[in-house]
């Protein structure tokens, strides 16, 4: 069986799927768990290993990156890309919804400690690391935006603090269909919620 990270949409008690990435968390779906984000108990297994967060922030912030990794013309297999935003905006515009479930149980679960796989409190401990780490995603793609550089030279700048800092974001330009998550779409996922559960 495939160890997988899940991502939800909430609307009250309602869970909206929109995902599903096979052995790794995609950046996508870090950047829509990154703001306002807090560790809550998984909605899937019996650990505090569910990251819920603001929707429609962390969906602006997913969508200023693409548009400016669209805008460098630089992008491996650029008109394949531009699809794959495309298509994301398309699923994602018409959910109605305040927050984002993303349940990396699975991932977390393949960690190990000194040889041995984590036990209950590591998954946790792991799930608060992720959590500080996605905080910290969705203040580099703001600022990457707020430096207003012409997108032809993101990929190009030299600077050693400028490529340790958005190191994650300029090797997308090569393995986005790898890690960006943005053609994984789903509406119906291995572990389905009822309507308006």
């Not at 200023?64 to 992008?75: F, G, R, V, Y």
């Not at 927050?99 to 401990?125: C, F, H, Q």
């Not at 780490?133 to 030299?158: A, C």
């Not at 958005?166 to 789903?186: P, Q, T, V, Y």
Request: charged share 30%; net charge negative.
């Amino acid at each position: 069986m495939a160890n997988r990270s899940y991502i939800y949409a909430l609307k009250g008690d309602k869970h909206i799927s929109l995902g599903e990435f096979n052995y790794f968390i995609p950046y996508a779906y870090r950047i829509l768990a990154a703001f306002d984000n807090q560790a809550v108990d998984s909605h899937l297994f019996d650990k505090v290993v569910g990251i819920q967060a603001d929707f429609q922030k962390g969906k602006r912030a997913l969508y200023l990156l693409l548009d400016l990794l669209a805008s460098t013309n630089e992008m491996k297999d650029h008109e394949a890309f531009l699809q794959e935003v495309k298509k994301t905006k398309e699923f994602l515009d018409p959910i109605d919804a305040d927050s984002i479930l993303l349940e990396n149980g699975e991932i977390y679960a393949l960690y190990t400690k000194d040889g041995n796989y984590l036990d209950g409190p590591g998954l946790e401990r792991a799930n608060e690391h992720a959590r500080e780490d996605y905080e910290w995603i969705g203040e580099d793609v703001h600022n990457l935006v707020n430096y207003k550089l012409d997108p032809s030279t993101i990929f190009h700048i030299q600077d050693e603090s400028y490529r340790e800092v958005f190191e994650w974001i300029l090797n997308l330009k090569d393995n986005w269909r790898e890690e960006s998550g943005i053609d994984a779409w789903r509406s119906v996922l291995y572990f389905q919620f009822e309507s308006g559960k």
